[in-house]
């Protein structure tokens, strides 16, 4: 039986959780000849890393850091990539990169109930994490604030994405600014609160914190972040982002395969995987 490889590739990726989740998927359904792993390519040799799994007669690949937007060059990237200015899921049968972090964030969201379209949302951060939210949340037709300690990589953010999708009406504010706006949604895209840093909060101390909303906070480590306790805190929701860290595979893996992957048990093994990573 020959194997049927995909994998991720980044630098350093030893600490992917994303074999450990495909793997589970590929096991829960029986799919016996597929095998997920990770490989470790330097930035410098990546053109050349790239035709190990090729040659290797792999499917395709995940991308990760700091790849995401170099392997552009090599892929041919399609309209969501090309939107958001990365990739991270290649399939070598066509060579096309695409971006499925957008998706994994609204799926996950709407598989939440959490409304959009319509919806004031505010987004925290400016690096490529918070250009996906932007691109899916605008899709889907919110009004977004984004607010990002370096302003000016914000008004980048929204000019590069003027310019890679035509979508326009994100506006760059202060906290207090868009504390005063007002907004039913925030999504966090920033490291704030991450492992270690448990008790960092992206929403300064002193500003008062709005009430009832809901938080979806990508960072997943620890999975309930100093933001979500203070959403929690004042009558709000809050959301970890683990949910979206599966989608965002799921969307790969249904790529791949063609079979929509069992996304509970994908959710279990890596709460269980951060769990023990925890207790380590
Ligand atoms: P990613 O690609 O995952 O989005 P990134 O490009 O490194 O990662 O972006 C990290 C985000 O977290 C940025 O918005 C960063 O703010 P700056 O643009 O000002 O650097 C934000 N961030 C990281 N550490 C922060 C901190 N201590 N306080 C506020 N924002 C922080």
Redesign the pocket.
């Known amino acids: 039986m020959a194997v049927k490889r995909v994998g991720v590739i980044g630098f350093p990726v030893e600490h992917s959780l994303s074999p450990v989740m495909h793997n589970a998927a590929f096991e829960a359904l029986r799919m016996d000849d597929w095998y997920y792993d990770a490989m470790s390519i330097p930035p410098d040799i990546l053109r050349l890393g790239l035709r190990e799994p090729r040659n290797h007669g792999y499917i395709g690949i995940n991308v990760t850091?700091p790849h995401?937007e170099a392997i552009m060059e090599y892929v041919r990237p399609d309209e969501k990539a090309r939107a958001i200015g990365?990739v991270n899921t290649v399939d070598f049968r066509s060579n096309i990169g695409t971006n499925t972090d957008a998706d994994g964030l609204i799926n996950d969201l709407v598989a939440s109930d959490v409304r959009i379209r319509g919806e004031r949302v505010l987004v925290?951060?400016?690096?490529?994490?918070?250009?996906a939210a932007v691109y899916g949340l605008l899709r889907e037709g919110a009004a977004v604030a984004i607010v990002?300690?370096?302003k000016s990589?914000?008004d980048r953010l929204v000019a590069q994405l003027r310019a890679s999708s035509g979508l326009d009406g994100a506006e760059v504010m202060t906290l207090d600014q868009a504390a005063d706006w007002g907004m039913s949604l925030i999504v966090n895209?920033?490291?704030?609160g991450l492992h270690p840093?448990i008790k960092?909060s992206?929403w300064i101390h002193g500003l008062p914190f709005p009430e009832g909303v809901t938080v979806y906070d990508?960072v997943y480590r620890p999975a309930n972040t100093a933001l979500m306790q203070q959403c929690v805190a004042h009558g709000g929701r809050a959301i970890g982002g683990l949910g979206m860290l599966v989608r965002q595979g799921a969307i790969a893996f249904e790529l791949w395969t063609g079979v929509a992957p069992p996304i509970d048990v994908m959710y279990d093994v890596l709460r269980d995987a951060l769990e023990q990573a925890t207790k380590d």
Not at 124 to 131: E, I, N, Q, V
Not at 189 to 192: A, I, L, R
């Open positions: 850091v995401k990365a925290l951060g400016a690096g490529g994490a918070a250009r990002n300690r370096t990589r914000a895209c920033t490291s704030v840093n960092q992206p990508m």
